[in-house]
């Protein structure tokens, strides 16, 4: 596609439950991003990929939170045992190269909520 | 740890005003991000401010950035209502070897007919 896509949009799940959230980067594109916005808030950074080197984790909140991504392509962001704090819009964005000369391009987001 | 305050938080003003949202950081870096973001939306990429006294312009929008002050302003020139939207600015910081985004906390614009 055109633009970066993610699934599901919106996800609602029980405390306790696990989830999986996905990003589809723009093709060619070899950096990606996570991050987390909180209602009325800016973002903040959980985990960037590069290529196929090893992944910067320097965000992520709890152990709880892990992602994956194989290669270039798709890279999926897993929250075990949610908890109510974990109710965000979580964005991926991804850019060419990682250079920060090159804008990050966002996808549209997943609602997380926590019941 | 790097900090990015954005100021104000929110802002009111009619059409056709000018009005200047500011943005301080808080260490040494060259990379400056604007993004505007609609209700519901993701972000929208406007400018990206790669060096000290760079200028960028684009329709009613004009930012600059003087990293000597940590301080980048995003100017709106003659307000319409469609520039109401959340205006992000963002800094990047090449810690651990990537270039992760500090973001500010946004500026939430209304512009009033």
């Known amino acids: 596609g055109a633009g970066v896509s993610q699934s599901p949009s919106n996800k609602v799940t029980e405390k306790g439950k696990d989830v999986e959230l996905r990003c589809d980067p723009i093709?060619?594109?070899?950096?990606l991003y996570w991050y987390r916005q909180r209602l009325g808030q800016g973002l903040e950074f959980l985990i960037y990929?590069?290529?196929?080197?090893?992944?910067?984790k320097s965000g992520l909140p709890s152990d709880r939170f892990s992602a994956e991504r194989t290669g270039e392509s798709v890279s999926t962001l897993t929250i075990q045992r949610t908890q109510q704090e974990d109710s965000a819009v979580y964005l991926c964005?991804?850019?060419?190269?990682?250079?920060?000369?090159?804008?990050?391009?966002f996808g549209d987001g997943t609602r997380l909520s926590i019941l | 740890e790097l900090k990015v305050e954005q100021n104000p938080l929110f802002l009111s003003m009619q059409e056709g005003k000018n009005y200047t949202i500011y943005c301080n950081y808080s260490?040494?870096?060259?990379?400056l991000y604007w993004y505007r973001q609609d209700p519901g939306k993701s972000l929208e990429s406007l400018f990206v401010?790669?060096?000290?006294?760079a200028v960028k312009q684009e329709g009613r929008l004009m930012a600059s950035l003087d990293t000597k002050a940590r301080l980048s302003t995003l100017h709106i020139t003659a307000a319409v209502h469609d520039l109401s939207a959340t205006y992000f600015c963002?800094?990047?910081?090449?810690?651990?070897?990537?270039?992760?985004?500090?973001f500010g906390k946004g500026t939430k614009l209304s512009v009033i007919p």
């Open positions: 964005a991804s850019s060419l190269k990682g250079q920060s000369n090159q804008p990050q391009h």
């Open positions: 093709s060619g594109h070899t950096a």
């Open positions: 990929f590069q290529g196929n080197s090893a992944p910067d």
């Open positions: 260490t040494t870096s060259d990379r």
């Open positions: 401010l790669l060096s000290n006294g």
């Open positions: 963002a800094v990047a910081y090449s810690g651990a070897g990537s270039y992760q985004l500090t």
